[in-house]
């Protein structure tokens, strides 16, 4: 079951709504004493229905959850649809300039304040939650992608493990890489983080911003499942296929 509904956040936008979406494992109905681990996500619009998907196609989260049996809750937020580039803005944890885009300000920061203080308060409160960090997740792909790294590292006392698809690593590569160096990681970090093959000469030096910050994320102890998609592009069709991989690497251990 999906449950549907309109949230706002005023530090970013004000009174303006967007959707906020829940997964409910079958099992949430007839096991009332259960509590279960919940994977937030970044572009929650994309998350479940094609007809809500920016460009008519999604992950196909709900298909896969139900047919595996998968006992997680998934909540997930709409993205800013701005066309003064809100998502970038909202979705970046650094400001920074692009000769295509301009100057960018960070409001990641933001963005994740409000999703630990007020959106994971609601769900905990809502919803029957495993709240610890163990059993709280998050992930995302492209800047969502870039988020997840983000909160893994800047929120670790809130999220256990992370999925990031495709993370725009080229926007801000040398921030990333300090903020990773700097990062406190706490034992039992995990993340799941891949590229496609397809995208990867997409921006100049991904390869290598990619390839540094693996190394990293090892040398600060991250339990790594890192992977180069052959043929994988930078679009839901390619994510929707990498659903088993990360999803295997957030429940490894947890079962």
Sequence with gaps: MVKQWDVTIPELTGDE??????YLPESYAYEPERRY????MFDGHNVFFDEHATYGKSWGMKEYMDAT???????AVECNHSPDHGR????SPFSFHDPKLGRMPGLGKK????????????????????????????????MGGLMSVYALMEYGHIFGKAAALSPSLWIMAGQVEDM???A??????V???????EEMGDHNNMQKAFGRTVALMIEKGVMLNCRLIPGGTHCEASWEKQIPFFMETLLYGSR
């Design 17 to 22: 709504a967007r959707g906020a979406y829940v």
């Design 37 to 40: 681990p919940v994977l937030y």
């Design 69 to 75: 049996g998968t006992q997680v809750i998934i909540a």
């Design 88 to 91: 970038i803005k909202e979705y």
């Design 111 to 142: 963005t994740m304040d409000w999703m630990v203080g007020s959106f994971k308060k609601e769900i905990d409160a809502e919803y029957r939650t495993l709240a610890d960090r163990e059993h709280t997740w998050i992930s995302g792909s492209s």
């Design 180 to 182: 990773v160096r700097r």
């Design 184 to 189: 406190k990681v706490r034992p039992g970090t």
């Design 191 to 197: 993340l799941y983080m891949d590229y496609g093959s």
